[in-house]
């Protein structure tokens, strides 16, 4: 198992709020209101050790602590943290979101729930509630009653805890001789005794999870790695409009120092794509269809048919980036970000991207909603946009900020657009459609074989007419643009793993952008070549490197967006929603069968 030191998180969430927890049971990272508003506890980003912050934490301290043990509940994001002190004494912290169905509808409130109660011993505790605004420029105000606390963040947020309001006003370490329960949440008075309400929620929380668990169809291996991947990509959903965040976090930078700290908190298509098509293959179709509105909003906002790569969770265009100067950044390398340039950019894999995650509406019949002629009337546009960009240069899926190429990967993706459009056509009985569509794919098809292939180098390249190798190369089988046997694949693949690959991970691309060498892997790549590898016939290859990922996990059982090649240390934002993808890709491909099992 990989040293992920700062990133050794837990994250805890109902599908509108969420925070990730360290290995001691403190809050160290979680937003007001929305996934990517003003975090009321920000320690992640404060340069220091949690133990040592004096705002944006919320920690109970055991004291005199020599040990923490950390697990979830069997397949819920039900968080049990143990620690143990220098005398023996120990305490038991459980803490969630509380998600269940309710008055015949999701009941999923922007609150915490912390039920702490002593196991052994008599152990002393403190409390370090201290809530952080204006990106900890500033503590929040704070007034009381008789047994709740009220924060004057975002939205307000009200504590409302059976301990001594005292204690937790001033930090005064206590004896815990009893179990304590602290609900952060909306400003309203607690209806209901604290105690037996808290047990209920958490009761009906981890049914709600455990069933939602149960009609995944998960493959036969590596069933508990499989459920905690999908989990947490849950947890990255913002119900509310269907939208999925990239990530939890801003500002995790992508390598020491480098400058390569960005914001992740918003909906880029490309890897909500990524996610909706993983949870299919494990039939999570809740997440697809709530995704799919969101993009029928986008698509119904913009009639010109140019989509951005990203919006906002609430469908914001704008997401204009700014450098905050209050807190000094993850282990003290800023700059942290807030907003991403990128919503400005031209990635033309976004149409690609949106009719493949729409497409399976059309032939899926247990979606509430499934897809109909006017659906494919309003992806028309999308696939006429793609037609007319595919072949004209663009940032690219990595998003360079200060260079444009006609880029392979947006090209294939736009043809896939086309191609699955036709597709969709057949399946509705739009003959004159099928064929029109048909048309253009094979014309799309035709130039891309020409303007990508590399006749001298006996490979295809990044770029029309460039030599660049690209890991998103490995996508063209994905796509059904290319067969995993065909030569031509077979020659990118052997020269792709002779420029990317490093040992047992894969870089992005090896060539100079705008903040100079990539010095980190990016891990869903690595997920890419482990796929390539399988369908090329590599399969115990393919399956050793599977192996080392899931080494790589934090002890939560989950990834970050890069790793070091050469100590597997942990970089970018956390938990990364194309890394989850990528496990639950490969485990799925890579796993014997149910019928194996006699």
């Not at 047990?199 to 905690?228: F, G, K, S």
Request: aromatic fraction near 10%; glycine fraction near 8%; charge should be negative.
């Amino acid at each position: 198992m990989s040293d992920y030191g700062d990133l050794d998180l837990a994250p805890i969430g109902n599908c509108g709020t969420s925070a990730l927890i360290d290995r001691n049971g403190a809050f160290v990272w979680a937003c007001a209101q929305r996934v990517d508003g003003d975090p009321m506890f920000c320690a992640l980003l404060s340069g220091e050790n949690p133990t040592d912050v004096k705002r944006g934490v919320w920690a109970i301290d055991l004291i005199d602590q020599v040990s923490a043990t950390q697990l979830y509940l069997r397949n819920t994001p039900i968080l049990v943290t143990t620690l143990t002190d220098a005398r023996g004494g120990s305490i038991e912290i459980v803490d969630f979101c509380p998600r269940f169905r309710r008055h015949h509808r999701n009941y999923r409130p922007n609150a915490f729930i912390r039920i702490v109660r002593p196991l052994n011993g008599s152990p002393r505790i403190r409390v370090r509630l201290a809530p952080a605004v204006d990106w900890s420029a500033r503590d929040a105000e704070i007034t009381t009653g008789s047994n709740h606390i009220r924060y004057r963040v975002p939205g307000m947020m009200r504590l409302t805890t059976t301990a001594p309001i005292s204690h937790v006003l001033e930090s005064r370490p206590f004896r815990l001789e009893e179990e304590h329960i602290f609900f952060l949440g909306p400003d309203e008075p607690f209806d209901g005794n604290l105690r037996d309400v808290a047990r209920m929620m958490r009761e009906n929380t981890e049914l709600y999870w455990r069933n939602w668990v149960r009609m995944l169809a998960t493959p036969l291996e590596w069933q508990a790695d499989v459920i905690r991947a999908a989990i947490t990509l849950k947890l990255c959903v913002h119900e509310e409009t269907g939208a999925i965040v990239a990530a939890l976090t801003t500002s995790i930078p992508e390598a020491p120092n480098s400058g390569r700290n960005w914001d992740y908190r918003y909906c880029w298509l490309r890897d909500a794509y990524y996610t909706v098509q993983a949870l299919n293959r494990l039939g999570a179709a809740d997440i697809l269809e709530g995704y799919l509105g969101y993009l029928r909003n986008i698509i119904d906002a913009t009639p010109s048919g140019r989509i951005q790569p990203l919006y906002g969770v609430g469908l914001e265009p704008i997401l204009a980036e700014a450098e905050v100067q209050s807190l000094p950044g993850y282990r003290g390398m800023g700059p942290i970000r807030v907003g991403n340039q990128a919503h400005e950019h031209h990635q033309h894999d976004v149409y690609g991207q949106i009719v493949l995650s729409t497409v399976q509406a059309f032939y899926d019949t247990r979606l509430f909603r499934p897809a109909g002629i006017d659906d494919f009337n309003a992806l028309e546009s999308v696939g006429e946009r793609a037609y007319a960009v595919y072949a004209k240069p663009d940032a690219g899926l990595w998003e360079f900020r200060t260079k444009a190429s006609v880029h392979t990967y947006s090209a294939v993706m736009c043809w896939a657009a086309c191609d699955r459009l036709a597709n969709a056509a057949v399946r509705l009985g739009l003959g004159d459609r099928a064929l029109y569509w048909r048309g253009r794919a094979d014309e799309m098809r035709e130039m891309i074989e020409q303007r990508a292939w590399h006749p001298e180098l006996g490979r295809f390249a990044a770029t029309f007419g460039g030599k660049e190798m690209d890991a998103s190369l490995l996508q063209m089988v994905d796509t059904r643009f290319l067969a995993a046997d065909d030569p031509r694949f077979l020659a990118t693949l052997r020269d792709l793993e002779k420029d990317l690959r490093r040992g047992d991970v894969v870089l992005r691309y090896a060539d100079d952008d705008d903040f100079g060498k990539p010095e980190t892997a990016f891990n869903f790549c690595t997920f890419w070549l482990i796929e390539a590898l399988h369908l090329v016939g590599r399969r115990d290859e393919a399956r050793t490197l599977f192996e080392q990922m899931l080494g790589r996990r934090t002890r939560a059982g989950l990834l970050s967006e890069d790793c070091d090649p050469a100590t597997g240390a942990a970089w970018g934002n956390y938990p990364q929603t194309y890394s989850l993808a990528g496990l639950i890709n490969c485990a799925v491909l890579l796993s014997n069968p149910w019928s194996s099992v006699r």
